[in-house]
């Protein structure tokens, strides 16, 4: 798999598929993974966090549209920089994500905001 097919894997895993551990098998064995939404209360460190994040996220009517994604590839690791919208509200991303022993490229970070449109 390439950077962005891991990356649209995970929206589908979770929003489509509803498959929580699908999901979780898409993330690093690192124990600092991170998720963090645009809400306040979208902070999650950890496995178990991502987890129970990721369990209220499956219930949810999401729906994600990407009308921008930028990839820079570092060799083991790699970003992506999303824009477009949530629920049609605009929304960024900066997916950081990484290969290791089985040079399957896993999520390590999930950064998500709601950018004012002031």
Do not use: C
């Amino acid at each position: 798999m390439e950077p962005l097919d891991t990356f649209h894997a995970l929206f589908d895993s979770i929003l489509v598929q509803r498959d929580v551990d699908a999901f979780m098998k898409l993330w690093a064995v690192d124990a600092d993974v991170t998720m963090w939404g645009s809400d306040l209360a979208e902070r999650a460190v950890g496995h178990d966090q991502i987890r129970a994040l990721a369990e209220g996220i499956a219930r949810a009517q999401i729906t994600f549209t990407w009308d921008e994604l930028r990839v820079h590839d570092a060799g083991d690791s790699a970003w992506i920089n999303a824009a477009g919208s949530v629920n049609g509200t605009p929304y960024r991303l900066t997916a950081i994500l990484v290969r290791r022993r089985a040079r399957e490229w896993r999520w390590h970070t999930f950064n998500g905001s709601v950018p004012d449109q002031g």
